[in-house]
């Protein structure tokens, strides 16, 4: 599925590095979705792992942290895998082309509002 999604990352960033030396950010995010239930408006949360790579991986290590909303468009993967105990695993991955933050409610209410980074750019 390729498309653009609200997130949350629900744990700070790790900027990585490939065996040839190219960055790649993981992060563990839920995506927003609200949806109307009995009349009422609620937000549901779906689990992914965030996979941005390149220049942008290293703007979003620099510019988010545990908590910031980001604009993402990309595609959603789904995952299998097998544990070391040998138990069966499935998840989802949302492979980034473009990550954004998102200004919905402004950087002063956000709890990352310092999410610029030491020289002032935001990604």
């Given at each position: 599925?390729?498309?653009?999604?609200?997130?949350?990352?629900?744990?700070?960033?790790?900027?990585?590095?490939?065996?040839?030396?190219?960055?790649?950010?993981?992060?563990?995010?839920?995506?927003?979705?609200?949806?109307?239930?009995?009349?009422?408006?609620?937000?549901?949360?779906?689990?992914c792992?965030?996979k941005?790579?390149?220049?942008?991986?290293?703007?979003?290590?620099?510019?988010?942290?545990?908590?910031?909303?980001?604009?993402?468009?990309?595609?959603?993967?789904?995952?299998?895998w097998?544990?070391?105990?040998?138990?069966?695993?499935?998840?989802?991955?949302?492979?980034?082309?473009?990550v954004?933050?998102?200004?919905?409610?402004g950087?002063?209410?956000?709890q990352?509002?310092?999410?610029?980074?030491?020289?002032?750019?935001?990604?």
């Amino acid at each position: 599925m390729n498309g653009g999604c609200i997130v949350r990352l629900v744990k700070d960033p790790e900027l990585r590095y490939s065996n040839d030396g190219k960055p790649w950010l993981a992060a563990r995010a839920g995506i927003e979705s609200r949806v109307k239930v009995d009349g009422e408006w609620t937000t549901e949360l779906i689990w992914c792992d965030l996979k941005v790579f390149g220049k942008v991986a290293e703007h979003v290590a620099g510019n988010s942290r545990k908590g910031t909303r980001l604009v993402v468009v990309g595609r959603l993967e789904a995952n299998n895998w097998t544990t070391k105990e040998g138990e069966k695993r499935d998840g989802l991955a949302l492979v980034a082309d473009h990550v954004g933050l998102d200004l919905t409610f402004g950087l002063e209410n956000d709890q990352t509002s310092d999410a610029y980074g030491a020289s002032g750019d935001v990604f």
